[in-house]
């Protein structure tokens, strides 16, 4: 008989079913309405009816390693490789393959694991709830399960032994980057005693000594319905989510709460580490990078969460902080790290972190630092804390700007002091904690100062300096290949050793088991793009009323189509230049205060793409946010720094050079797959280089070379600048306002008068030098690190190939299927990904933290084969509900507005997406076929960004093939 679960009055209670309610509350701060109700196994439920379509379910563990093996880690792996009701090797991959979801994830920190799963298809969110939930309390967790994802052996191209797995890879990739050095040696230095010194993750060289045997236990032990915290979010009510839960949590033994963790004990004085990462070393030192950080009281109440958020944007968190301006603009670093406060387990952190440094100066940039803070604590003022509380308010309320669900978000938000004991309903209800706190602040009460004495008087903190170390990655593989030899020569190594080439088929029967929804379950039209165009002048202006809760989100496109890829490199680093160089009428310190105050922020983003007739849509936007209230100053912001930036500042214009040049290379290890994915495109033009020229090796090069230039010749570079400001504010424009109706009209003259300001200015064309370096067709570009990046791309429109909506879902099909299962599980990388551009053609294959290089090429080589043998009826069917979801995936306002301008440009008009959406509909695995004849024919440009080692094989086994650069 079916149950059904309803909320009734009870004693002056409410429950619901077996759940009893222990908190509700009205959340207007995010529109919503919150619920935490607690099973009678001891498992608490928050509940959040949202306006918002995407339905949310995600459930966390608390879970307390007591080593480096990373067991929580290999264990959320392993968790989604088959369960009872459903025993296949991948249902997690079946999930992606063919689900219309918008957050799919699991997520590993040092003392929860995390599962969150979201879709705002109803039918599609109950099939990825009941996937999940069997995964997490009845896996198979069988031995090659944990021998894929963990670890285990296999031969290298010389017949030695040596580790693979995907778990193992990943952490040695991480490990690579002078970023995850960093903060792994931050946390465990700050509490070494407790759960948050070990590598949660898991240690490369730990991670052998893990077991099979210890993995069971371990999910045994935290994997109950005692122990866990789930989130329910959605449009209405969570009957039937509930109903689940009781089911399931009734089945189950209860288990027991995890213990509570421990509080590190206090240091009795400041503690300094020193560490390295692989890295070269130039005749200029500046490789080293320098953190300080200290560990914070546990259990902090909203206020004092929220006094700590507002410090941190007053101290690390923008480009006029006083901890920015005394290193960097010094010249003692290059740049300031993301850091400041944070949520990260029983004890939040505050960390000041810079790269760029001189390692043998890292004292005196320790005691600059802390100067920093004392001068910071005896200068604080109104007009530094009002945009500082501005700008924590703004980010509040309006939460992520990107495609992540808003339960998702409130999630996050809830879950840092909710998994500690405290109320989760507390951390969205914020809006009396602000009014508080504002008033204190503005009233003149000390309390940010009396935080940075504090900061200032603890012993519990942490320095550590990070140096480059030109031998690091050769000791290291040296120490890895002789523990893979001496647990190979062991019994337990040959256990370990296994061949996983050809074990990933899955029979017809057991896929069926996993659900699926039919192609009539998806809608045939795309959501509609509400673009109101006009002209004004020479420039375009576009319209788009969406609800956006008050909030007028602006983007003001300079049109940089017509230059060359070295000036569009000019372009990207401009764009950085006019935000930070001061204008004619007030310094750069002034316009950071006005902006904080007056927006919710203000950045620039380059974009180009090909365009439906074939022609290049190229623009540098500067994106700007702010209340309807104040959208007249987000105008007159724009207005100025166009019109009058300071471009001839060389001390300020040499920081933003170092800046973007320091970021840059940071991300060069953790997004390796970015930048071999933009080099590839570069080879197809005229869009692919200049998007490679504005964010990639390319703007890498010229950020170098403009850095030796202010030094030797500045007057250059300042005159380049600005002739490019000059030429490109007197093109036609395209300012794209998405605000609601109310907001728009109010909105509207501010904007006539930014474009009436910016029409009729005459521009400088600037000298047409093309310095494009022809590119290899087989491309090398070496760097520091131990894992790879692999890229192959073609042209499938060169082959013929008729332009379609088929030819995404082929893609998605690739690199849900045939790459996750040869280059991920089978050859060890972190990850696989197969990228398409309907515009240009332009397709693209990538791997992530890759242990290999020739044999991923060779697995996209046989990839046209795969789709020339033409996938299973229930493949295509999977891969054409994927690319919908992935087309119709819920925004909020801000981005999906940006997302049409895009589309706008590109002449991407309704008729054509909704005919390219029939074509999807439609497909067959004969046309994915036809796209693999396509794909072998013209799939023959490579790209390798990967380590010395690496390379050197590659030499070995194909001398000359590779073209190589070394990029230190």
């Not at 991948?90 to 003392?111: H, I, R, W």
């Not at 659900?515 to 006009?534: G, N």
């Not at 996209?860 to 995936?889: C, F, K, M, N």
Request: aromatic share 6%.
């Amino acid at each position: 008989m079916e149950r059904h679960v309803r909320l009734v009055d009870f004693g002056g209670r409410f429950v619901t079913g077996e759940f009893a309610l222990q908190a509700e509350r009205e959340l207007p701060e995010i529109r919503g309405h919150g619920r935490l109700l607690r099973h009678a196994s001891g498992a608490e439920v928050l509940s959040l009816r949202l306006d918002d379509p995407n339905r949310v379910f995600a459930i966390a563990f608390r879970t307390l390693p007591a080593d480096s093996t990373g067991i929580a880690h290999v264990l959320e792996h392993c968790v989604l490789c088959g369960s009872r009701r459903y025993p296949i090797r991948k249902p997690f991959v079946e999930l992606m393959k063919g689900s219309l979801q918008t957050y799919l994830n699991a997520v590993t920190m040092p003392d929860t694991t995390v599962y969150p799963v979201a879709s705002p298809n109803e039918t599609d969110f109950r099939n990825l709830m009941d996937v999940y939930l069997d995964a997490m309390f009845a896996p198979l967790l069988t031995p090659e399960t944990f021998l894929q994802e963990a670890w285990r052996l296999e031969p290298d191209p010389e017949g030695r032994p040596s580790f693979q797995g995907v778990v193992y890879n990943e952490m040695k990739g991480y490990v690579s980057s002078p970023l995850g050095v960093l903060s792994e040696a931050t946390r465990r230095e700050l509490f070494p005693d407790t759960v948050y010194g070990h590598g949660y993750g898991g240690d490369w060289s730990a991670i052998p000594d893990l077991t099979h045997e210890a993995l069971l236990a371990f999910h045994q032990r935290y994997y109950a319905p005692a122990n866990a915290l789930v989130v329910l979010t959605g449009p209405d009510d969570p009957t039937w989510e509930l109903e689940v839960l009781a089911q399931k949590f009734d089945a189950l033994p209860n288990g027991t709460l995890a213990p509570a963790v421990a509080e590190q004990p206090a240091f009795a004085a400041p503690r300094v580490v020193r560490a390295s990462y692989p890295g070269t070393r130039g005749a200029r030192r500046r490789d080293g990078f320098l953190a300080l950080a200290w560990a914070l009281g546990a259990g902090p109440d909203l206020d004092e969460r929220l006094a700590w958020q507002v410090l941190d944007r007053l101290l690390v968190g923008s480009l006029t902080s006083p901890l920015r301006r005394a290193l960097v603009e010094s010249g003692i670093a290059e740049d300031m790290l993301s850091g400041g406060y944070a949520e990260g387990g029983l004890q939040p952190t505050f960390r000041v972190a810079f790269s760029g440094l001189d390692p043998s100066a890292v004292d005196d940039a320790q005691a600059v630092a802390l100067d920093a803070l004392a001068g910071a604590a005896e200068s604080l003022d109104a007009a530094e804390i009002e945009p500082a509380i501005n700008s924590v308010e703004f980010a509040l309320r309006e939460g992520a700007v990107g495609p992540v669900p808003a339960g998702i978000q409130h999630m996050h938000r809830a879950l840092p002091s909710w998994r500690h004991g405290d109320d989760p309903l507390a951390a969205l209800n914020f809006s009396d904690a602000l009014l508080r706190l504002r008033q204190r602040l503005i009233g003149g009460e000390p309390v940010l100062q009396r935080m940075i004495a504090g900061l200032i008087r603890s012993p519990h903190r942490v320095t550590v300096v990070l140096e480059a170390d030109p031998g690091r990655a050769t000791r290291d593989a040296v120490v890895e290949r002789r523990r893979a030899e001496q647990v190979g020569d062991a019994r337990e190594g040959r256990e370990r050793a296994i061949d996983l080439r050809g074990t990933q088929a899955e029979s017809p029967e057991a896929l069926a088991a996993i659900p699926l929804l039919r192609r009539t379950d998806l809608p045939e039209r795309l959501p509609h793009d509400p673009v109101e165009a006009r002209r004004t002048g020479v420039h375009l202006w576009l319209a788009q009323p969406l609800a956006t809760q008050g909030v007028v989100h602006v983007d003001l496109g300079l049109d940089i189509a017509d230059l060359p890829p070295a000036q569009a490199a000019a372009a990207r680093l401009l764009g950085a230049a006019l935000l930070a160089t001061g204008t004619a009428r007030r310094d750069h310190v002034a316009l950071g205060r006005w902006i904080g105050r007056a927006t919710g922020g203000i950045a620039t983003e380059p974009w180009a793409a090909t365009c439906r007739n074939g022609s290049t849509a190229a623009r540098l936007f500067l994106r700007g946010k702010a209340l309807a209230e104040r959208a007249g100053e987000l105008c007159e912001i724009l207005s100025e720094i166009l019109l009058t930036a300071r471009l001839d500042d060389v001390a300020r214009l040499r920081e933003v050079v170092l800046r973007e040049k320091a970021r840059l290379e940071a991300r060069l290890v953790p997004a390796g797959h970015e930048f071999v994915d933009l080099r590839l495109r570069a080879g197809f033009g005229p869009a692919g280089p200049l998007a490679e020229a504005t964010a990639g090796v390319t703007y890498l090069e010229y950020l170098r070379d403009a850095a030796t230039a202010l030094d030797e010749r500045p007057e250059t570079l300042t005159a380049e600048l600005a002739s490019l400001r000059d030429h490109l504010r007197g093109r036609a424009l395209v300012c794209n306002v998405t605000a609601d109706p109310a907001s728009q009209s109010a909105t509207e003259p501010h904007v006539a008068r930014l474009l009436d300001t910016l029409e009729g200015s005459t521009p400088t064309v600037p000298a047409a030098q093309d310095a494009t370096v022809p590119l290899s067709r087989t491309e090398a570009i070496e760097v520091p690190a131990q894992v790879n990046f692999v890229g192959l791309g073609g042209d499938l429109h060169a082959a013929g190939l008729t332009p379609s909506g088929v030819t995404e879902a082929a893609a998605r099909h690739l690199a849900n299927a045939w790459l996750w299962d040869q280059v991920r599980v089978e050859g060890g990388a972190y990850g696989a990904l197969c990228r398409f551009d309907a515009m240009s053609g332009v397709v693209t294959m990538l791997s992530y933290r890759d242990p290999h290089v020739l044999r991923t090429l060779g697995t996209y080589r046989a990839a046209a084969a795969h789709l020339r043998a033409g996938p299973s009826p229930r493949d295509v069917d999977a891969a054409v509900i994927a690319t919908v979801g992935a087309q119709d995936r819920p925004l909020p306002a801000g981005p999906r507005g940006f997302a049409a301008l895009r589309r706008y440009l590109c002449g991407e008009d309704e008729a054509w997406r909704n005919a390219r959406r029939s074509e999807l509909l439609g497909a067959t695995a004969a046309d994915f076929a036809d796209v693999g004849a396509a794909l072998e024919e013209v799939a023959t440009r490579v790209v390798v960004l990967g380590g010395a080692e690496a390379l050197d094989r590659v030499e070995v086994a194909r001398p000359k093939w590779l073209s190589r650069t070394r990029l230190t």
